[in-house]
């Protein structure tokens, strides 16, 4: 029973959050500066949030950044997510055994 309402309580709180800007803010955004700034946050979570779990998923630095390091090369060459991921998770793995 009480998982019910840890769960109503969740949903609550989810519905709040994304309810409470549009409740507040009904007239367009005019201020360049806030809307520039509104625009990259999105992508300032994403990496916050990303990086270090990057840096902590292997239990080991070197092959953690060696496979962020593939990963960035790739990417920059505009490869498939797919074949980035692969590869990156690739070259961690096989770092791993010389490490």
């Known amino acids: 029973m009480m998982t019910f309402w840890y769960i109503l309580v969740m949903a609550g709180v989810t519905y709040l959050i994304r309810m409470i800007p549009f409740a507040f803010f009904t007239k367009k955004i005019k201020s ?4 520039s700034f509104l625009y990259y946050i999105p992508y300032a979570v994403l990496a916050a949030m990303t990086i270090p779990a ?3 998923s292997t239990g080991n630095f070197v092959t953690a950044l060696v496979g962020t390091i593939v990963a960035f090369i790739l990417a920059y060459f505009r490869l498939p997510l797919i074949v980035v991921a692969l590869a990156a998770s690739l070259s961690a793995f096989s770092v791993s055994f010389f490490v």
């Open 32 to 35: 360049v500066t806030l809307r």
């Open 54 to 56: 990057i840096f902590y």
